[in-house]
């Protein structure tokens, strides 16, 4: 299933307007970084280029394949695992679920960032102190704890920190 097209794209925008005349002879593959087709199709997408490109626009192709397969590669790699947490502490208790272990708040900062929450670092080690050092009454959902520089959650036995 080959469709001419004026730029190559992926999903989440269009990427790396092409020349008009390589778009005059170019077939772009649908590619779908999900399920990594650009990494099974790789040598069959160098001979339709190899194939449809005049060579003196295949570097400029070739370029632009790298870079969708760099893009590829990190959208792979990308965590969404808590991007859906609206709330700072809840994206705190998920990591603890996760994890299981205490950890500093540098660490909780930097996973739950990796993990795709959005919110800024700032908000995050606010929620943690706010869930340490705050009454009971506000707490009471999610008690956390600080014990020997790293956090956890209250429940926690102290031999764990």
Request: glycine fraction near 4%.
């Given at each position: 299933?080959?469709?001419?097209?004026?730029?190559?794209?992926?999903?989440?925008?269009?990427?790396?307007?092409?020349?008009?005349?390589?778009?005059?002879?170019?077939?772009?593959?649908?590619?779908?970084?999900?399920?990594?087709?650009?990494?099974?199709?790789?040598?069959?997408?160098?001979?339709?280029?190899?194939?449809?490109?005049?060579?003196?626009?295949?570097?400029?192709?070739?370029?632009?394949?790298?870079?969708?397969?760099?893009?590829?590669?990190?959208?792979?790699?990308?965590?969404?695992?808590?991007?859906?947490?609206?709330?700072?502490?809840?994206?705190?208790?998920?990591?603890?679920?996760?994890?299981?272990?205490?950890?500093?708040?540098?660490?909780?900062?930097?996973?739950?960032?990796?993990?795709?929450?959005?919110?800024?670092?700032?908000?995050?080690?606010?929620?943690?102190?706010?869930?340490?050092?705050?009454?009971?009454?506000?707490?009471?959902?999610?008690?956390?704890?600080?014990?020997?520089?790293?956090?956890?959650?209250?429940?926690?036995?102290d031999v764990m920190f």
């Open positions: 299933m080959h469709s001419t097209a004026e730029t190559i794209s992926i999903p989440f925008g269009t990427l790396f307007p092409l020349s008009a005349e390589i778009r005059k002879t170019v077939s772009v593959m649908p590619i779908n970084p999900i399920e990594n087709v650009l990494v099974d199709q790789k040598s069959r997408i160098k001979q339709l280029i190899s194939d449809r490109v005049p060579i003196e626009h295949r570097q400029e192709v070739m370029d632009a394949l790298r870079d969708y397969e760099r893009i590829i590669e990190f959208l792979g790699k990308a965590s969404t695992e808590y991007a859906d947490h609206d709330r700072a502490i809840d994206a705190i208790r998920a990591f603890f679920t996760v994890h299981r272990r205490p950890a500093t708040e540098e660490q909780i900062v930097e996973t739950l960032r990796a993990g795709g929450f959005r919110k800024a670092p700032g908000q995050i080690t606010a929620a943690i102190n706010v869930h340490i050092n705050a009454p009971e009454k506000i707490r009471k959902n999610y008690p956390l704890k600080k014990v020997n520089g790293k956090v956890g959650l209250e429940s926690w036995p």
